[in-house]
């Protein structure tokens, strides 16, 4: 199964991006991989190679990259967005956070949720930029990458966002099961305030997002993509087995037993971004140490 290489972007990109990251993954002629994307934040993604199609709220549509490249805005995901891809691909992955739309003429988070645009916010092009483009060398690869992504956003003069956006992502990236009104109050503002800047900016509401926070770590870990140690704990945010079941089928369409045993290689690279930023946000691992479900001695897997 392919992971990405993925990491933290350089500190003076981080009210915008969370992480960027690399995948490349070659297949036999004729194979094609059904899967699909759960993400709770915009994804800047940079597309070469196959063609995609994608189930989204405005229909199926197809997307066919080619050697040049595509870049798709993916925005919110209320539920998994199916996938598939019709052979082999390389693909630049920028984790944006709820802050970047502000800067740039886009819809409103709310009406982007489950939807692409066929554009790169930073340069108005739907063809990538060659700092993009891939190579052989996936960290030479993702330090062009994130070279480029530095000078865009540094030369753009982009607005910080609301100090609240980023307490309340590191508020479901740590304690989703925590009390709205603690929270709230711990950052000083009124319930209004708070329901209003995050349904203005995630496009859902509080109480959705810290439920969907919940089950994308719990999809993670029945991915293999997660602290192994903590899946006890994540287990008892629910209520029973029941519930656990109603919750997975609800936003991956998909049992707990299936997405253990399942094929899942593009949820499961989603997944392993977002808990990598997690652990980070608990504490867990530094910007240079390899997540816990990696193997330290093992050479970056990209393919």
Known sequence: MPLSLNRSP?????????RVGVTSVDMP?????????????????MIYGAKWTAETADGVQEFEPGEEGMALY?????RAMKLKVHGSFRVVSVNCTSGFAHNFDLPEA?????????????TGHGIPHEG??????????????EAHLHERISKAGLEEPHGLLEAFEWQCLTAPNASLADFADTTGVTRRTLERTINRH????????????????MAAALLGVADEDEEPE?????????????EMRHFFDQTPRGLQVGDCPLLRITMEIRQSRRLEALAKLSADEPAPWRD???????D
């Open 29 to 45: 002629e004729g194979a094609a991989i059904e899967c699909a994307s759960m993400c709770e934040h915009p994804v800047l993604r």
């Open 202 to 217: 995630w496009g859902v509401t509080p109480k959705f997002a810290l439920r969907r926070a919940r089950a994308l770590d």
């Open 10 to 18: 350089h500190p003076d990109l981080r009210h915008w991006l969370m």
């Open 74 to 78: 993916f925005g919110p995901e209320t």
């Open 110 to 122: 709310s009406e982007m949720l489950d939807r692409i645009l066929p554009i790169d916010p930073l």
């Open 132 to 145: 993009h483009r891939p190579q052989d060398d996936p960290v030479a690869w993702l330090d062009a990458c």
């Open 234 to 246: 994540l287990r008892l945010r629910y209520f029973d087995q029941s519930h656990l079941s109603r």
């Open 296 to 302: 330290p001695d093992a050479e970056p897997d990209t």
